[in-house]
């Protein structure tokens, strides 16, 4: 289908992309035109230059590596990077967010030669459950932030009348959804009705949030992952003044992408996570007749071993 973007105002600013506020907006789209090899990472290099909180580099890569050998690369500092818009938006990530990235980067590591133990069996592609938790997060993750905590339930529950419709005037004040999986980044250039950011809820006191702090809040959330169960799905398109489509009579009331959630039981590590911040501290927050997975602590990842990623 073919989609339009709703043009956001901020000030005198219109903005056709609103989710990409972390990025620096519009300019944070990519071009297409690629006027030599390597111009991908060569543009990235540009930009991490002006950044004082970006460890690695951008290195043009025509080679097809495995997800693994992938990780292992880039943890010696070294991003590989083609000439594609995929990875153009995977360099966005790094440039807003370099430590969530080395944190997800260390968690694949460590758990691949397994110093964690986490996960509880390998899923059918042959990675931990963590594994998988953390690539979906990589590629389709998001966090929802909210002012209410009965927007995180509603989301929770899949209530997407009270989370779309009825909240629809106050989402401004309410809620912000950040969008971290350069996946989903990459295909918003051209969405369907059906896509879904796998998300994680976060009540917040203000969404009115610093660089920084986003970041220490990202990486308390990453901690966390223990299964890809841990996401909750959110159809981006739906997202209120994303997209005009939106505001069409009946866009809600198609229930293969509005689904009913599920009411199977399920074990711990595949349990919805949603959190309460106070700014300092994470804790988990907890809805009725749902049971939680365990929580290994409330410290910030920058005390940590994992803070250094």
């Known amino acids: 289908m073919d989609s339009h973007p709703a043009s956001v105002s901020v000030g005198e600013t219109s903005i056709?992309?609103?989710?990409?506020?972390?990025?620096?907006?519009?300019?944070?789209?990519?071009?297409?035109?690629?006027?030599?090899?390597?111009?991908?990472?060569?543009?990235?290099?540009?930009?991490?230059?002006?950044s004082v909180d970006v460890e690695p580099s951008?290195?043009?890569?025509?080679?097809?590596?495995?997800?693994?050998?992938?990780?292992?690369?880039?943890q010696t500092g070294l991003v590989p990077t083609r000439d594609v818009s995929h990875d153009w938006y995977n360099g966005q990530v790094w440039l807003a967010f370099p430590k969530v990235k080395q944190l997800i980067n260390v968690?694949?590591?460590?758990?691949?030669?397994?110093?964690?133990?986490?996960?509880?069996?390998?899923?059918?592609?042959?990675?931990s459950r963590l594994r998988d938790a953390l690539t979906l997060f990589d590629e389709s993750g998001a966090l929802f932030l909210t002012t209410k905590w009965s927007m995180c339930k509603a989301l929770l529950a899949h209530d997407w009348r009270t989370l779309l419709c009825e909240q629809r005037e106050r989402w401004p004040d309410r809620a912000k959804v950040l969008l971290v999986g350069h996946g989903l980044l990459d295909s918003m250039d051209m969405p369907h009705k059906g896509l879904c950011a796998k998300v994680v809820p976060v009540q917040v006191p203000s969404l009115d949030m610093r660089p920084s702090e986003l970041q220490?809040?990202?990486?308390?959330?990453?901690?966390?992952?223990?299964?890809?169960?841990?996401?909750?799905?959110?159809?981006?398109?739906?997202?209120?003044?994303w997209f005009s489509e939106s505001e069409a009579p009946g866009f809600y009331q198609d229930s293969a992408v509005y689904r009913a959630k599920p009411t199977r039981?399920?074990?711990s590590s595949h349990e919805r996570?949603?959190?309460?911040?106070?700014?300092?501290?994470?804790?988990?927050?907890k809805c009725a007749g749902q049971s939680l997975?365990?929580?290994?602590?409330?410290?910030?990842?920058?005390?940590?071993e994992h803070g250094a990623g």
Not at 273 to 285: I, N
């Open 16 to 50: 056709a992309s609103p989710w990409l506020w972390p990025y620096g907006g519009d300019l944070a789209r990519f071009d297409p035109r690629i006027d030599h090899e390597g111009a991908v990472a060569c543009r990235l290099n540009d930009q991490h230059s002006k």
């Open 58 to 74: 951008f290195v043009h890569s025509t080679e097809n590596l495995g997800a693994l050998e992938y990780e292992r690369r880039v």
């Open 107 to 127: 968690r694949h590591i460590e758990d691949a030669h397994g110093f964690q133990e986490t996960s509880r069996g390998p899923s059918a592609n042959g990675r």
């Open 216 to 241: 220490r809040l990202m990486l308390l959330v990453v901690e966390q992952l223990r299964g890809p169960g841990n996401l909750s799905p959110l159809p981006v398109m739906g997202i209120p003044g």
């Open 265 to 267: 039981r399920v074990s």
């Open 273 to 285: 996570l949603a959190f309460v911040w106070d700014g300092s501290t994470l804790a988990l927050g």
């Open 293 to 304: 997975p365990e929580f290994q602590g409330e410290e910030s990842p920058d005390s940590s």
